[in-house]
């Protein structure tokens, strides 16, 4: 089993940056792709990116495409989402979530690892 816990939301003003981190436990990712959905309340979640075991893979919504970038550090078992140019529409709870397979899965919810979510709050 792989636990996921998410950390760095909090608020910013509209036009700045946060840094978000998905710290794994239970088992090593570096095997796992991993991904970031937010979701707002009253929506369906959203897909926001996702990179593969190595990070020679990634993908990202077209929404956030050149403002927020994946990356991770497998020694540290950790995932990030750095965002920038940050919008009043990027409020959300973000998710970071894991799967079993080392490459990306697109257009799907069913991963097999979730986080609890972290708040995300973008003031215009």
């Known amino acids: 089993q792989v636990q996921l816990v998410e950390s760095g939301g909090g608020l910013a003003q509209a036009g700045g940056s946060l840094i978000l981190s998905c710290a794994a436990s239970?088992?090593?990712?570096?095997?796992?792709?991993m991904g970031w959905f937010r979701q707002v309340p009253g929506k369906e979640r959203e897909f926001v990116a996702a990179?593969?075991?190595?990070?020679?893979?990634?993908h990202y919504a077209d929404s956030v495409k050149g403002r927020f970038a994946v990356s991770r550090d497998n020694a540290r078992n950790t995932m990030f989402l750095q965002m920038n140019s940050l919008k009043p529409e990027d409020t959300a709870v973000y998710y970071c979530?894991?799967?079993?397979?080392?490459?990306?899965?697109?257009?799907?919810?069913?991963?097999?690892?979730w986080g609890q979510g972290t708040q995300v709050t973008v003031s215009s």
């Open positions: 979530y894991a799967d079993d397979a080392a490459l990306i899965i697109l257009e799907t919810m069913k991963h097999d690892y």
């Open positions: 239970g088992r090593t990712i570096s095997s796992h792709a």
């Open positions: 990179i593969s075991w190595n990070g020679g893979t990634i």
